[in-house]
């Protein structure tokens, strides 16, 4: 994602959790038997620091954090089971949880939907929170309110006390509008917050941050007359579309492909969001799962598991991958950003560390991605022609991707290289140097394919494209012999829906009428989840998108109009 704006989108204790969280409108039961529903025989592979160990789960700290765009900051990011398994409870039920073997702190999260990740922070969701630390419980209990500091929102609730038996019961009761959480039977607090859970659905993460613990149970009941059932994600039922935007591309020109930036939590909750997805597109972007952060937040450990589920359902949807990304500035853990390389020493180290990166993460995708940016926004963030001094150029030098695209290829010879920029999408300086550094790469025995194109418009005064210009920025790449992807294409409404629709169609056609330009992604899929933070601190909505709240914008039916004619 462009840089340029910011998106969205007890040691040794043995511990037993009982948590009830009971609804107040049963529904009728036509057995008038309770629903008894054991969580731990579903799929948890797909959860980061969680590994199933015979019928229990072990469940260990993975550093997970969400950083800002110099690298600072560090919002926690704990895991939630996206792609296994979640909970339809309209009604009455009961979660029940036995944790043991627990060092450091044990937390358990009960979310009404999964929370929404931006490039630079993360939405928290209504929920709740109950955490462990030797005897103390941390209870916590999120409204789904938009909080004063998105990135350190504070519950609504939040009470430390003080458990007398750390392995006594522990109980959460939902009774109406009220959450009871009750040890060994005695009260701990009662909240009239009950209605946090209204979504109907429950999703639910266990992490620790310092330590680990065992799952030695899970399971959920509803009284009878209650409604209580596991589901797996959304995308299942969703299925491509005859009529959607790639089997239009298809038949204009069956070797393009239309593409969208795609995150697991939509796709695994909102079912408009899987249907328009996996409806409308060919190949996918991921949006944050791939990059550094998300992948090996920890030096030396590595989490594939959500970057996993969302490949595996595009597989499953018969739809193409394009990896995003290895060498950025951005989006790194603090291990990586803080590589020493100030002696010959220190940069032979970091150099063995960073390519042992590249090997494991190319080598564990091989075979799996079409294409790859290996290097993505190189250049200064003042549309400068500057390389940014990162820490693969302060480790490796300026010849930096030559180095890191070898390595691509040694791990994967058949994915094909992109250098992926922003502002560069009209002729200039930036584009020139573009051309230059792919060019000098692969003359000095890189594997560069091609370029990405950003064609982020996010003011139209400034950044609106032209057909003239797009067609001869094609032309460009082409005569260099490297073809070119649309990677990351948004449009504001701020003149209007029309404007906008005009502006997505610009960049479609003059895409779709070069031999060169091979594929065409939006930076998204729907404005629900087009989320950034703004001058002021604020969060905001961005209006950017094909789709706002599962329907259809102009620009969409701008795209398809392209597309049929």
Request: with cysteine; aromatic share 6%.
């Amino acid at each position: 994602m462009s840089i340029a704006r910011r998106r969205i989108i007890a040691s040794g204790a043995a511990v037993a959790l009982v948590l009830g969280l009971v609804g107040c409108t049963p529904t009728g039961s036509p057995s008038g038997r309770e629903t008894v529903v054991d969580l731990l025989e579903h799929d948890w592979q797909h959860v980061p620091g969680v590994v199933a160990d015979g019928d229990e789960l072990r469940v260990t700290a993975t550093g997970r954090t969400i950083v800002e765009q110099d690298g600072g900051g560090g919002q926690p990011n704990p895991p939630v089971d996206l792609a296994g398994v979640h909970l339809e409870a309209p009604d009455d039920f009961i979660l029940r949880t036995s944790l043991t073997d627990v060092t450091g702190d044990a937390t358990l999260a009960v979310l009404a939907r999964p929370p929404v990740i931006a490039d630079e922070f993360l939405i928290q969701p209504a929920g709740l929170t109950l955490t462990l630390d030797g005897d103390g419980l941390r209870i916590a209990v999120f409204d789904g309110s938009t909080p004063e500091d998105v990135t350190d929102p504070a519950p609504a609730e939040d009470k430390h006390v003080t458990v007398t038996d750390p392995e006594a019961e522990l109980s959460v009761h939902r009774s109406g509008d009220r959450l009871e959480i009750a040890s060994d039977g005695e009260t701990l607090s009662s909240l009239p917050l009950g209605d946090v859970f209204d979504s109907g659905e429950l999703w639910l993460g266990v992490s620790s941050e310092e330590g680990s613990f065992t799952v030695g149970s899970m399971t959920a009941t509803a009284p009878a007359g209650a409604s209580l059932a596991a589901a797996g994600p959304v995308a299942d039922d969703a299925e491509p579309s005859p009529e959607g935007l790639q089997a239009l591309a298809s038949s204009a020109r069956p070797d393009f492909l239309i593409g969208a930036a795609a995150a697991l939590g939509p796709l695994v909750s909102d079912a408009a969001y899987a249907a328009n997805l996996v409806g409308n597109v060919g190949l996918i972007t991921p949006e944050n799962a791939m990059k550094p952060q998300a992948l090996s937040p920890r030096q030396d450990e590595y989490h594939f598991e959500e970057a996993d589920a969302l490949l595996d359902l595009a597989a499953s949807k018969g739809i193409t991958v394009h990896g995003h990304t290895i060498a950025f500035s951005e989006a790194m853990p603090g291990w990586m950003r803080d590589l020493p390389a100030d002696t010959e020493p220190e940069r032979q180290t970091s150099a063995g560390t960073l390519l042992d990166y590249v090997h494991t993460v190319v080598t564990h995708f091989r075979g799996r991605l079409d294409s790859l940016d290996v290097v993505n926004e190189p250049f200064d963030v003042e549309q400068g022609t500057q390389l940014q001094e990162n820490v693969w150029y302060r480790v490796f030098g300026p010849s930096y991707p030559v180095i890191v695209s070898q390595a691509v290829h040694d791990a994967d010879p058949d994915v094909r290289q992109f250098i992926n920029e922003n502002g560069a999408d009209v002729p200039g300086p930036r584009q020139d140097a573009l051309l230059q550094l792919a060019l000098d790469t692969n003359e000095r025995g890189g594997h560069i394919d091609g370029v990405g194109l950003q064609a982020h418009v996010y003011d139209l005064d400034t950044d609106a494209l032209s057909a003239d210009d797009l067609a001869t920025t094609f032309d460009t790449f082409a005569d260099a012999g490297l073809i070119v992807r649309i990677s990351e294409n948004d449009v504001p409404d701020d003149e209007g829906e029309d404007v906008q629709a005009e502006q997505y169609a610009t960049v479609l056609a003059a895409c779709l009428g070069s031999d060169a330009c091979v594929s065409y992604t939006s930076w998204g899929v729907d404005d629900a989840y087009d989320w950034f933070i703004d001058d002021d601190g604020d969060l905001r909505q961005g209006h950017d998108l094909l789709f706002d709240d599962g329907e259809p914008t102009p620009a969409y039916d701008a795209l398809r109009r392209v597309l049929a004619d």
